[in-house]
């Protein structure tokens, strides 16, 4: 099945890249070099090259503030457009250089910048069409934060490219909107049905996704032309903070609670508080300081992406059933956010592709986490089947306990008292049974005492008599010469599989006495009783014996 789906999801990652990279690749591409502005600095100086400009140095280790981009020489006729990445910017003006000397130019602030937006978050300018061609381009950026760099993929398309750029990449964000709404949907009338907490979580993660691409992909200017696109990048930011710390959420959510006991959930619940700080004090302070806000966004990402390694070592040594559904469904989106919050941070290289990967991770993450939603769901349904089979066949026998399907307490009694010979008593009680309840809940733990009813069960010969005489309590009668070892079922408990992989251990008292009259059980229940407090106080987990006084059984 693994197999599969990873074909599954390497065909889904190579279309939407594929998509992604052609629309990258319209127009031509302009190599740009930049130089900081400087007083008395103009176009018509710039063009004719009377200024240095960097061509070498990397853009993301410039500082922000005020910048002249310059591109190499073109020669380029006809109807042509303008584009260039959107960045975190106040202002951007360009200037078309001619061959017949003439400059035309236009500016935009962040309104205007969110109005000529393009899918894919690109900036699209019109330049006007002249007999002469076109020589070259400069751009004015100005109040830069230097998020991701001073003037990025910078482009010269024809009106027929900027449209087939658009449509592929309606496609592709049409597609993903799409499938959000359709998990959204079925998700939450799964919610509705069955009440599992991480349904609702997965839908709280799916809808952050979607406005994170509604916002990303530049759409969201489109359905709001008034917006400042420094304004939209900023949702951008609390939009996909949102969904990182919903989507650890669901992780938590989804594996057994052993995976994230002790020293594992206390650093995701860190780490998400560390996410959540990050990204409102983004939202706030951004507008002041958008270089610092957005580095400690960035750390503050890395630092919760890095639980997901402890996780699925945690996951693992536990031996979860979910970790292959999760890793499957994981693993991309988690490198490649790394890798773009290195980009982010100048330790790698940026790309177009790597920028707009965020696509097609959360598209193959949506699609696995749904799948493995659903095989979840399937699980636990088997669960409570199999729990609700056992329970009806258990109160069909009068003489059974309804929940383990052991003797009960009044059957149990007839059936031992009166047999004649030494008899041996074993009371075994669960250890911290309270506990259990509380991390797993009743249920749960409901579920624990019939695990712990079918190791005694198997753990006995046919001539043993197993009964639940109490909420955690369990008693097995045996003629004593029909040996019984109790620490190997104390050893089958330890290797057994309990739910949701908690650790439960027992502790057993025994006593050898007769049973021929009800004085007889009162005192052997009394002697293995004493026994079993012996084996608590002791440290749990481990067998104590006694015997009956020699009066007593004569």
């Excluded at 790597?354 to 991770?361: E, G, H, I, P």
């Amino acid at each position: 099945m693994y197999r599969v789906l990873f074909a599954s999801v390497l065909a889904v990652m190579v279309t939407l890249f594929a998509s992604a990279a052609h629309a990258e690749r319209q127009g031509d591409a302009l190599p740009v070099c930049v130089t900081r502005a400087q007083p008395g600095m103009t176009p018509h100086h710039l063009l004719a090259g009377q200024a240095a400009f960097d061509c070498a140095s990397s853009q993301g280790a410039l500082p922000g503030g005020d910048y002249w981009a310059i591109s190499p020489l073109v020669r380029r006729t006809g109807p042509l457009a303008l584009q260039v990445a959107s960045l975190w910017q106040d202002r951007i003006t360009f200037y078309a250089l001619y061959a017949d000397g003439k400059i035309v130019s236009s500016s935009l602030d962040q309104h205007g910048a969110a109005r000529h937006l393009q899918l894919g978050a690109i900036i699209e300018q019109r330049l006007p069409e002249r007999a002469a061609p076109l020589v070259r381009l400069l751009w004015h950026i100005e109040g830069t934060g230097n998020l991701r760099g001073i003037l990025r993929n910078a482009r010269i398309v024809t009106p027929q490219e900027s449209i087939s750029a658009n449509l592929k990449m309606a496609a592709l964000y049409g597609g993903f909107a799409g499938l959000c709404i359709a998990l959204l949907t079925y998700n939450l009338a799964l919610w509705v049905a069955l009440r599992y907490r991480f349904q609702l979580v997965y839908c709280v993660m799916v809808a952050a996704l979607l406005l994170y691409a509604l916002s990303s992909s530049g759409a969201l200017a489109w359905a709001w032309p008034d917006l400042a696109n420094n304004d939209r990048i900023r949702i951008n930011y609390v939009t996909l903070g949102i969904a990182a710390v919903a989507a650890f959420a669901f992780a938590r959510a989804f594996f057994e609670p052993s995976v994230f006991e002790r020293h594992l959930g206390r650093l995701a619940t860190v780490a998400s508080g560390v996410m959540l700080l990050a990204t409102l004090a983004f939202a706030v302070f951004s507008p002041i300081a958008p270089h610092l806000a957005d580095r400690a966004y960035m750390y503050a990402f890395l630092v919760q992406m890095s639980v997901a390694g402890p996780l699925l070592w945690r996951a693992w040594r536990v031996r979860s059933d979910y970790l292959g559904m999760f890793v499957m469904a994981w693993g991309a989106p988690i490198a490649l956010a790394c890798l773009r919050a290195f980009s982010s941070l100048g330790l790698i290289g940026w790309s177009f592709w790597l920028d707009n990967s965020t696509l097609a991770s959360m598209t193959v993450e949506a699609l696995l986490s749904s799948i493995a939603v659903a095989y979840r769901i399937r699980v636990l349904s088997r669960e409570r089947d199999l729990a609700r089979e056992r329970e009806i066949a258990a109160l069909l026998l009068a003489d059974t306990d309804s929940l383990t399907g052991l003797l009960n307490r009044r059957a149990f009694l007839k059936e031992v008292i009166g047999r004649s010979g030494e008899q041996t008593l074993l009371i075994a009680d669960l250890d911290h049974f309270k506990r259990v309840n509380e991390t797993i809940g009743h249920d749960g733990g409901d579920e624990v005492l019939r695990v712990f009813a079918r190791t005694l069960r198997e753990s006995v010969p046919p001539e043993a008599l197993v009964a639940r005489i109490g909420g955690e309590e369990f008693a097995i009668v045996a003629p004593a010469d029909i040996a019984i070892e109790p620490r190997a079922i104390l050893e089958k408990l330890r290797a057994g599989r309990m739910p949701y992989d908690v650790t439960v251990t027992a502790s057993i008292g025994t006593c050898t006495g007769p049973l021929l009259r009800e004085v007889d059980w009162k005192a052997l229940y009394a002697c293995a009783d004493r026994a079993l407090f012996e084996a608590k106080s002791a440290g749990r987990d481990r067998v104590r014996g006694r015997h009956l006084p020699d009066r007593w059984a004569a």
